[in-house]
């Protein structure tokens, strides 16, 4: 597609239940991010793939949380036994560039899923 | 602390106003700098990238400046229209690490 795909955009679920959240980048782009955006914040890092592999899962903020992009395009966060305080935008990004390490290109970011856990 | 600290929090300002926004970063060394535009209820969308050794960055009404010595950028932008309302985020690179850094961002109002 033309741009960063994301769904579903709005999710309800029920504290303890389970989520998993889609993402379907640009079509090329190697490199594949996960961010949580509270309400009011900047988002906040989660994890990075590189075609399947995933590099940094450092921001992952408890082992509820897996991300998974087994073929090197789609890719889903799954949230296991939600909790209130994973209520959040979680946005997913793409690029073509990530050089020596670093993120070098531009970034393309999806709408974001608003999950909200009551 | 946060790494990126903005400011203002939030802005007013009168269609046609000129503003700027602030941000200023501890990341160090870093490989670029970011400024986004970031609408309600949508994702953040690229206004310009600056490395370490660019001063400047324009893409129309927008001009970003850095100063890699102070740690310091600012956003300025040009004869405001209503569609500029919306939160602006600056976001550091660091030279090592696909991790970046956001501040919290400036909520823009431009109202007629």
């Known amino acids: 597609g033309a741009g960063v795909s994301q769904s579903p955009r709005y999710k309800v679920a029920k504290r303890g ?6 993402c379907d980048p640009i079509s090329g782009h190697v490199s594949l991010f996960w961010y949580q955006q509270a309400l009011g914040q900047g988002p906040e890092f989660l994890t990075y793939f590189q075609n399947e592999a995933q590099l940094d ?6 082992d509820r949380f897996f991300a998974e992009r087994p073929e090197g395009s789609v890719s889903t966060l799954k949230i ?14 793409s690029s073509l560039e990530v050089t020596g390490g670093s993120v070098t290109g531009e970034l393309f970011f999806g709408e974001g ?6 | ?8 929090q939030s802005l007013i300002i009168l269609e046609g106003k000129n503003c700027t926004l602030q941000c200023n970063y501890t990341v160090s060394p870093f490989s670029n700098l970011r400024w986004y535009k970031q609408d309600t209820g949508r994702g953040p969308v690229s206004l310009t990238i600056m490395t370490f050794s660019e001063n400047t960055k324009s893409n129309g009404r927008y001009t970003a400046t850095l100063d890699a010595d102070t740690k ?5 932008i040009t004869a405001s229209q209503l569609s500029d309302s919306a939160s602006y985020i600056c976001v550091v690179t660091p030279e090592a690490g696909t991790a970046l850094i956001f501040g919290k961002g400036t909520t823009l109002s431009v109202s007629s």
């Open chain 2, 72 to 76: 310091q950028s600012s956003l300025h």
């Open chain 2, 1 to 8: 602390k946060n790494q990126v600290e903005q400011s203002p």
């Open chain 1, 80 to 93: 296991q036994r939600t909790q209130q305080e994973d209520s959040a935008v979680y946005l997913c990004a």
């Open chain 1, 17 to 22: 239940q389970d989520v998993a959240l889609r």
């Open chain 1, 57 to 62: 899962k450092s921001g992952l903020p408890s």
């Open chain 1, 113 to 118: 899923s608003r999950l909200t856990v009551l």
